[in-house]
């Protein structure tokens, strides 16, 4: 297996564990001096479709799920994902603080090559099994981002101040109400 690694960029906090952003860009020279074209995904998002859909890891370690992948889809940019992080799971809670608090800002993917050409010392990517995508510490390719990082927490907290600001307001009409009829 091979492993290509872009950049993501935090964007926004929400609900429920959902992160969103490219997972690959297009026409960039990765570290290892591979470029991945566009259409080199079709398959995967094919695969996809059909709900055969990569794995969503921590540093591409398959003992390390924290997540699935729920849509992947081709642009003009790159391959984009859309995946939710399993809260419940003790590494996915981890890996969302981390990516709140923007102490990682890395994603990968893990694929095998179905096809590729060579041009001036560099590998053209332009038929990939995509067999997972990783939230990682150091990516080595440029220009991914991640629109969005969600969680529970935060709405939560906004329920529970609402509910707070509710009850307080309750308090207030109780007691102007016995001043009022006493």
């Known amino acids: 297996m091979k492993f290509l690694t872009p950049y993501l960029c935090l964007k926004s906090i929400g609900e429920n564990g959902e992160i969103s952003g490219y997972a690959s860009v297009f026409n960039v020279v990765d570290e290892h001096g591979d470029v991945v074209v566009r259409g080199a995904f079709k398959s995967a998002v094919t695969d996809s479709i059909a709900g055969k859909k990569p794995k969503l890891l921590w540093q591409h370690d398959i003992r390390s799920p924290i997540g699935v992948i729920e849509e992947i889809c081709e ?7 859309k ?21 990682i800002d890395g994603f990968s993917i893990g694929y095998r090559i179905r096809n590729n050409y060579f041009k001036n010392d560099r590998q053209y990517l332009t038929n990939i099994d995509l067999l997972e995508v990783s939230v990682v510490t150091f990516p080595a390719c440029g220009g991914a981002v991640v629109d969005k990082v969600k969680a529970n927490d935060d709405i939560l907290q906004k329920i529970r101040m609402m509910a707070q600001k509710i009850k307080e307001r309750n308090q207030c009409t109780e007691k102007s109400k016995k001043l009022f009829l006493n």
């Open 75 to 81: 642009d003009d940019y790159g391959l984009f994902v």
């Open 83 to 103: 995946g939710q992080l399993l809260l419940e799971v003790p590494r996915a809670k981890e890996v969302y603080l981390l990516l709140k608090n923007k102490a």
